[in-house]
């Protein structure tokens, strides 16, 4: 099946610090990649929709400024989480969507943790 | 909207039995369905799709068959495995995707 790797897989910051997180499509081209975020023991909350070369389409409550996003190329995105905070503190998963698979495919996820 | 039901876990089982969840989706037009697993501590992995009314997803034993007449489309399989203790997600694509809550399944030895 399609591969989706995401990097870091653990990452451990202090608070007011930025993190970035990565998000690539290794065998196929995505159009659209997903962000999510999970928190123990819940399903998995969409935070944006992320088209290559365009603007992200953050779900309602999602702040923008909080949880920039970037999708440079067909094979890349990248989520920022900037000046976090503990609240932040969470599991992130992306996801790529392959077009020819009409089928979305996960990365292993992102822990992060805000101290 | 569109929604996707699932059986409320934790399920849990001795190996070789038979498991099923239940799954139902509430969906304007015809959408294709996905099982998803997700073990411990890492994202997830697609197990099995379906396209289209009456398809029948396959995949490491499980199955699943797209009924638009109930709306659902139930996970199944056999005979589990201690290997097979794992979240299951139920899911809709109508180009983003909605989950289910997901459902907890341990297989005990």
């Known amino acids: 099946g399609a591969v989706v790797s995401q990097h870091p897989s653990w990452v451990i910051c202090k608070s007011g610090t930025s993190v970035k997180i990565e998000c690539r499509s290794l065998d196929f081209q995505a159009t659209t990649m997903f962000w999510y975020r999970q928190f123990p023991k819940q399903s998995l909350m969409l935070m944006a929709t992320?088209?290559?070369?365009?603007?992200?389409?953050?779900e309602q409550g999602v702040e923008k400024d909080k949880f920039l996003i970037n999708h440079a190329s067909l094979t890349l995105s990248t989520l920022t989480v900037t000046s976090a905070h503990p609240e932040d503190s969470s599991f992130y998963i992306c996801s790529a969507r392959d077009p020819k698979q009409e089928t979305q495919y996960f990365g292993p996820g992102t822990r992060l943790l805000v101290l | 909207g569109d929604s996707v039901t699932q059986m409320e876990g934790p399920v849990t089982l001795s190996e070789e039995a038979f498991l099923t969840i239940n799954c139902t989706y509430t969906?304007?037009?015809?959408?294709?369905l996905f099982w998803y697993v997700q073990y411990p501590g890492e994202g997830l992995q697609l197990l099995l799709k379906a396209t289209k009314a009456d398809d029948k997803g396959s995949n490491k034993g499980f199955e699943a068959t797209y009924r638009k007449e109930t709306t659902s489309f139930h996970l199944e399989k056999g005979s589990v495995q201690v290997s097979d203790s794992a979240v299951y997600f139920c899911a809709l694509d109508d180009y983003k995707l909605s989950f289910g809550a997901g459902t907890t399944v341990t297989v005990r030895a």
């Open positions: 992320s088209n290559e070369g365009s603007k992200a389409t953050y």
């Open positions: 969906a304007t037009g015809y959408p294709s």
